[in-house]
């Protein structure tokens, strides 16, 4: 009897505290279990890389790689549309770049075109795309020198094309400079006459002949000084009026012959001196001008 009395005892003193205990480890059990899961949901945290300076397609592939998904690009500029993600460059990022963010926060990228006003300056020192420009600096700078190279190979090329034909041809032209400074004092033996002499008639047509003959060599002149030409050109033809005019200064026509003769005469020595003097003007010789 007291045996079962004892039993009871015990078997009640454990209802007693046994209940409350389970329902404590059940109550641990089930917190631990909570914060596993609220640890599991929450996103990873990860050092978020610094993609200023870089092509947009570039910064969105380093995100990536860094396992960063989500970006908001936004011009910097104006309200452009980023389409080409490769002609774009990161100036900005929010948030910084080092600061370790969750791998679920979006990225936002303030972008521009690299040839936008400004840009240049904002790009961090050593950058990819900073020194993506330095490059086509030095290049372009390269190209320029080549050019100027090249440009003066090309002057002083063309230069001996022209003192060389200057030198072949400058007797001829020494030689129809004298004609041509001839014909005032063939027009002044005219006037005093009243007529055309013979030996004047000869001189002007001789004049005129070698005119035509100075007139066809200029057509072969260097491309480099055909204005030049053409301004001796158009003189030449004047010269050429002016001594046909004066074969026909006789008689009652003889004044106004005379007179269209000046007319003819005095622009075209203007015109003249100025096609000689372009064209001797690099060769280092003298222009023999009238």
Same mark, same amino acid.
């Given at each position: 009897m007291l045996r079962s009395h004892a039993l009871r005892r015990m078997a009640s003193h454990y209802v007693r505290y046994a209940a409350p205990m389970r329902s404590r480890t059940v109550l641990v059990i089930l917190t631990a279990a909570l914060a596993l899961g609220l640890t599991a949901c929450s996103a990873e945290s990860k050092e978020l890389p610094d993609v200023t300076g870089h092509r947009l397609d570039d910064a969105h592939n380093i995100l990536k790689d860094a396992g960063f998904e989500t970006f908001d690009d936004s011009d910097a500029v104006s309200d452009r549309e980023p389409l080409r993600d490769a002609n774009w460059v990161v100036l900005e990022q929010s948030p910084t770049g080092g600061d370790s963010v969750p791998i679920d926060? %979006? !990225? $936002?990228?303030?972008? =521009?075109k690299p040839d936008d006003s400004g840009v240049r300056e904002r790009l961090p020192e050593g950058s990819p795309v900073a020194l993506e420009m330095e490059q086509q600096d030095r290049q372009r700078a390269i190209e320029k020198r080549e050019q100027a190279s090249e440009q003066r190979r090309q002057q002083a090329e063309e230069l001996g094309e022209v003192?060389?034909?200057v030198e072949k041809y400058d007797a001829l032209i020494r030689n129809n400079m004298n004609a041509i400074s001839d014909l005032p004092g063939l027009a002044?033996? +005219? $006037?005093?006459? /009243?007529?055309? %002499?013979?030996? =004047? /008639?000869?001189?002007? +047509?001789? !004049?005129?002949?070698?005119?035509? =003959?100075?007139?066809?060599?200029?057509? =072969? %002149?260097?491309?480099?000084v055909n204005d030049c030409a053409d301004r001796a050109q158009e003189a030449i033809r004047s010269f050429q009026q002016a001594s046909d005019t004066l074969l026909t200064a006789e008689g009652a026509a003889a004044e106004g012959s005379l007179a269209r003769f000046a007319q003819l005469y005095n622009p075209a020595v203007t015109k003249y001196n100025s096609g000689l003097n372009c064209l001797y003007k690099e060769t280092g010789i003298s222009a023999p001008t009238v």
């Open positions: 926060t %979006t !990225i $936002r990228l303030s972008v =521009a003192k060389s034909f002044d033996s +005219i $006037r005093a006459a /009243g007529v055309v %002499t013979s030996n =004047a /008639g000869v001189k002007l +047509i001789d !004049i005129e002949m070698s005119l035509g =003959a100075y007139w066809d060599v200029l057509e =072969a %002149t260097p491309k480099q």
